[in-house]
């Protein structure tokens, strides 16, 4: 809760802003992070002693990389839809810093299950504001949530509109400013300078 | 009012600091210092004897916004009544007028005033007077048939996104008010821009605005196109008379042009700012008239002085751009900040079909960009005085 990877650490944002405008993105997009984190996080915990320090970087991003492909590929032979809705998104996970940061800053360090738990708990912890930024575009930008209609039809009749900005991406950055700000709040975190 | 102020002394213990009502200080301090004058002093040097304080200077925007109201409400009856092909007295318009826009500003108050009573209360700071001048700028900024609930949202909006969480009055980058009316265009566009929602008229009845018409019809001259518009009077005096839809508070040029002069008098706001602004809108639509003969594009040959009386640009320019805080603070900045904003302006309403409309863009990108204005202005002046004493 104090460690969280978006709202304290700011990390992994791109990805928070491109594919959160439904939730059911949002959750496959937290599945895959979640995985790629906690495999890739084991994996070099186990090869932690035998990495050359030199090289470490390169080693971290082509075990990242070949399971972010797996990921895509088992998407897209399962879920086709989904993997056209996530594009670009999925693959960007080796960009993602979180992924990286844990494997240079945790399983450099620890044995394979603890990488394990951070892995996931990481993953968990990004998914969860993913989910979140997710729940409040689409409940304001579509009046659903998970595809479901929750807004009735007789709100609409009285004028209520359905927000446009929510669905630009302007609207995933003050969705997420606010739930890094009550987060915040709620810990007493703030940035030195 | 001497009972009141023995009645506010006497009640004033119990706000002090251990008492049970100290968190409800920032009211009674508001309270107190807007029915009666201040007699806090500062508490360190400079000390300066006026009478002058943010409270007189919002309070003296607020009055030069009146007339912008008045002449609002006459303008919604009337065009009411032409819409239904009525005959009615300027009276009549008025009160006709004020039953739309009174709802309009009772709740931008209420929502203003609720965020800024909520923040002065939980930040124990006292209750800061921008918001009047904000929550009096978003009506007028407002077309007639704004829906409240969207109003409300959009208010908050301003006042929480624009100015509170960066710190209160005096710390924000954008303007509060025009960040409430961005929130609308971006989030609800079909209520604030279009043709149907400038008048209150029957259902289907369409306003197309002095700008929506060439922006959406191609034609060499955008002048004898508003001159074939016989629904309305474009002409360049009735479009600076202001009997045309719009905005509330904007339409009526003359009013605007007054209320800059008195303001530029009392020097609340900076007339460099203004020069700057009007010459950046005249220099770029003077450009696209020169480019205009190339284009079918109509709003290009629009020619100056109708750009000028056309849509928001006088009201945005006096009333919005001149804001101290989100402006530039240095004089050559103000010229600079001034000129783009104009600029923008022209051409937001010329490239881009979608937006007829480009004050509010045009003032908020530079919003953003007033402080690196200024900080090459310092940079410059720098290096002239390195110069001269090398």
């Given at each position: ?73 088992v ?42 738990l ?35 039809n ?23 400013g ?12 703030s940035?030195?300078? | ?26 009211l ?6 807007i ?51 009525l ?44 918001f ?83 922006a ?5 001259d ?21 009997w ?65 009386v ?81």
């Amino acid at each position: 809760m104090g460690e969280n990877p978006i709202s304290i650490h700011v990390l992994g944002i791109c990805s928070a802003l491109a594919i959160t405008t439904k939730i059911d993105t949002a959750v496959v997009m937290t599945i895959a992070v979640v995985a790629v984190l906690s495999i890739s996080n084991v994996v070099i915990s186990f090869l932690r002693n035998n990495i050359p320090n030199k090289v470490r970087i390169i080693i971290q991003m082509s075990v990242i990389a070949s399971l972010v492909i797996i990921a895509d590929q088992v998407l897209k032979a399962y879920m086709y839809d989904m993997s056209k809705l996530l594009g670009v998104f999925l693959g960007l996970i080796i960009t993602n810093c979180i992924v990286l940061g844990r494997a240079e800053a945790y399983a450099m360090q620890n044995s394979p299950s603890k990488a394990l738990l951070d892995g996931m708990g990481n993953g968990l912890g990004y998914g969860s504001i993913l989910i979140a930024v997710a729940f409040f575009r689409e409940l304001f930008g579509f009046g659903s949530i998970y595809g479901a209609q929750v807004i009735a039809n007789q709100i609409y009749l009285g004028g209520y509109e359905n927000n446009g900005l929510m669905i630009l991406s302007p609207g995933a950055f003050f969705i997420l400013g606010l739930i890094v700000w009550a987060h915040r709040a709620y810990t007493g975190t703030s940035d030195k300078h | 009012m001497k009972w009141l102020l023995d009645y506010l002394l006497k009640i004033k213990p119990n706000f002090d600091e251990g008492q049970k009502l100290n968190w409800l200080y920032p009211l009674y301090e508001a309270t107190e210092t807007i029915l009666f004058s201040t007699d806090a002093k500062t508490k360190s040097a400079p000390h300066i004897r006026d009478s002058i304080d943010i409270k007189r200077v919002m309070i003296l925007v607020v009055v030069a916004l009146i007339p912008c109201y008045v002449f609002g409400a006459i303008n919604i009856g009337y065009q009411n009544a032409l819409s239904f092909g009525l005959e009615r007295t300027w009276v009549e318009n008025l009160i006709f007028g004020a039953k739309t826009i009174i709802p309009i500003i009772v709740v931008t108050f209420v929502a203003g005033a609720f965020w800024e009573i909520l923040f002065a209360i939980v930040r124990k700071h006292e209750i800061s007077e921008g918001f009047l001048v904000t929550c009096a700028l978003i009506p007028l900024t407002m077309p007639p048939s704004i829906p409240l609930w969207q109003l409300f949202i959009a208010t908050s909006f301003g006042i929480v996104i624009g100015k509170e969480i960066f710190g209160g009055v005096g710390m924000n980058i954008f303007n509060p008010a025009l960040t409430a009316r961005c929130f609308i265009f971006f989030s609800y566009p079909s209520k604030i821009s279009g043709d149907m929602v400038w008048l209150v008229g029957p259902d289907g009845y369409s306003g197309a605005t002095a700008l929506s018409v060439p922006a959406s019809t191609n034609s060499a001259d955008a002048v004898s196109l508003l001159d074939g518009i016989t629904q309305f009077d474009y002409s360049w005096i009735n479009l600076a008379s202001g009997w045309i839809p719009g905005s509330i508070g904007e339409t009526n040029k003359f009013i605007i042009f007054l209320a800059a002069v008195a303001l530029m008098i009392m020097k609340l706001i900076s007339w460099r700012v203004i020069l700057g602004g009007v010459s950046g809108l005249f220099a770029m639509s003077y450009i696209g008239t020169l480019i205009a003969p190339f284009s079918d594009n109509s709003m290009l040959s629009i020619p100056p002085h109708y750009h000028l009386v056309m849509g928001s640009f006088a009201f945005g320019l006096t009333f919005m751009a001149t804001e101290p805080v989100t402006g530039s603070h240095t004089d050559t900045g103000r010229l600079v900040y001034g000129f783009f904003v104009g600029v923008l302006t022209v051409i937001i309403r010329s490239i881009n079909p979608a937006y007829p409309e480009g004050v509010m863009l045009a003032i908020l990108l530079m919003n953003a960009f007033a402080s690196l204005i200024d900080y090459f202005v310092v940079k410059v002046n720098i290096r002239k005085r390195m110069a001269r004493y090398a």
